[in-house]
């Protein structure tokens, strides 16, 4: 019996963070096999329990995993204060409660992973785990091999060091100089700090890949699900997902149901909309008219036949 934590089955199932799930757990708002449930921790077999919240019971969701090109003046939570647009706008089309894994700072664009699988967000978010986030950063100044060196400086972030960076020198264009940066841990503005303390200011930040996957292919505000061999390297890398879907990846603008992921809205894409529409219409009507024109065919034949079938029993003097 594959045994969890009943906030976690609550989690997957799209029905509210773990936090909250466990309020509603404390609340008494949560039952299994008919009974309440208020001890924080509490295990239980999803596929065979029936779990209820507020008398409704609980389809759990399937397991999503994804990448998002997240472009800059997004924030990347679930909801904000000051009323910013957030990721979670951009992914209502996924089908499910889907969380960021790690976080990209409001100016930062680029790759972000997304997923409702719990344990696969919690790991490749850990410092532990050492899973590399690629940049590209443009900033301020000609940056020599002394500069190199202190971007790829362990500095102090609120309080505790960073792990050390990864730095090389891509392109020098005028006054300014692009750099790949591979950090080993998500910390907050860690390559505006780098660059800050190395004297070179960062003026433009893309992350370019988050545990090996990219956001290759996708316009700001797209996403896509990961695919097969994406999901079984991450698995034989990190040791997530548990299990790796059979499936092929989806494009950007495909989900499972056929729902169209976020893209910028275009009289391109409506208008070939509209075209596709006509295509299939055209299509049926020539389908119904085949088919009209077989029915009539056969009719015919059976006529045809059983006039003949007539003659042959008059020619035998049978009435």
């Known amino acids: 019996m594959a045994l969890e934590r009943l906030q976690k089955i609550l989690a997957r199932a799209g029905v509210a963070s773990r936090r909250k799930a466990e309020a509603l757990i404390a609340a008494g708002r949560v039952r299994v096999d008919g009974k309440a449930v208020t001890e924080l921790g509490t295990r239980c077999d999803a596929r065979r329990a029936k779990v209820e919240v507020d008398g409704k019971r609980l389809m759990p969701e399937p397991l999503v995993y994804g990448v998002l090109h997240k472009p800059r003046g997004v924030v990347s939570t679930l909801s904000d204060p000051e009323g910013r647009e957030t990721v979670s706008a951009l992914l209502r089309t996924v089908g499910a409660r889907v969380v960021p894994v790690g976080r990209l700072d409001y100016h930062t664009s680029g790759t972000l992973l997304f997923s409702n699988d719990g ?33 790829a400086e362990s500095i102090d ?144 034949a059976k006529t045809h036949g059983a006039a003949k079938a007539r003659g042959a029993f008059k020619a035998r003097g049978r009435p």
């Open 119 to 151: 344990d696969f967000t919690l790991t490749l978010s850990h410092p532990r785990k050492r899973v590399p986030r690629v940049y590209v950063a443009k900033v301020r100044g000609i940056v020599g091999d002394a500069g190199l060196a202190h971007f």
């Open 157 to 300: 972030v609120e309080g505790r060091a960073t792990q050390p960076a990864t730095v090389r020198r891509l392109r020098t264009e005028g006054d300014k100089t692009w750099l790949e940066i591979t950090l080993r841990e998500g910390r907050n503005r860690q390559v505006h700090r780098l660059g800050d303390k190395a004297g070179h200011t960062v003026l433009r930040l893309v992350r370019v890949a988050q545990a090996g996957v990219t956001h290759e292919g996708l316009r700001p505000g797209q996403w896509r699900l990961l695919g097969t061999e994406e999901l079984g390297r991450l698995k034989q890398q990190y040791g997530v997902p548990v299990r790796v879907h059979g499936s092929a990846p989806l494009l950007a603008g495909e989900t499972k149901k056929g729902a169209r992921a976020a893209q910028p809205y275009s009289r391109e894409t409506k208008g070939g909309a509209r075209d596709d529409a006509r295509k299939r219409s055209s299509a049926q009507a020539r389908g119904a008219a085949r088919a009209r024109g077989t029915a009539k065919t056969h009719g015919a």
